[in-house]
């Protein structure tokens, strides 16, 4: 996991452990394939699910990287496995730009991007990480910074 700051975007990569978590099983699922091919004993729960598990994890719950910018508006763009999923906000609707940890104790407490609205809404956009390195948590903390000077 890394947070960079390039140009007045912020970039945050999210951990390699997941995905490498998710080909390890579809390893397997390659070798209850080669069971079902070659008529060995096979799980076929097993094969769909070693197939299906890791799409839906990678294409729709984990992104690879999170890119949010501003200029006018804040664009939050997160890349997934084989989509991108953009969301735009107008800063003249918000009202106050906040990172959060959320529940859980120091292990499970992951850091979220807080966005309240002026009309009473929240957006909360996780960054999938526990912010361990004092430099990326105060680099992303100074990036809030200057887009709450605009709000």
């Known amino acids: 996991m ?18 490498v978590f998710c080909l390890i099983v579809v390893l397997a699922g390659v070798y ?13 729960l097993g094969l769909t699910l070693s197939f299906l598990i890791p799409f839906i994890v990678l294409n729709f ?16 763009l997160s890349k ?33 991007i807080d966005i309240s609205m002026k009309d009473g809404s929240r957006k909360f956009i996780p960054t999938f990480s526990k912010l361990y390195s004092r430099d990326a948590r105060e680099c992303l903390e100074n990036f809030l910074r200057t887009i709450n000077t605009r709000c």
Not at 2 to 15: A, C, D, R, V
Not at 32 to 44: I, P, T, V
């Open 2 to 19: 890394s947070i960079e700051n390039l140009n007045g975007k912020i970039i945050i990569k999210t951990s390699l452990l997941t995905r």
């Open 32 to 44: 209850q394939g080669y069971l079902f091919l070659s008529g060995g004993l096979y799980d076929l």
């Open 61 to 76: 719950i984990y992104p690879s990287q999170i890119t949010i910018f501003s200029d006018e508006e804040i664009v939050v």
């Open 80 to 112: 997934f496995l084989f989509r991108a999923q953009e969301l735009k906000l107008k800063v003249s609707e918000i009202k106050l730009v906040e990172l959060r940890k959320s529940r859980g104790g120091s292990t499970s407490g992951n850091f979220s």
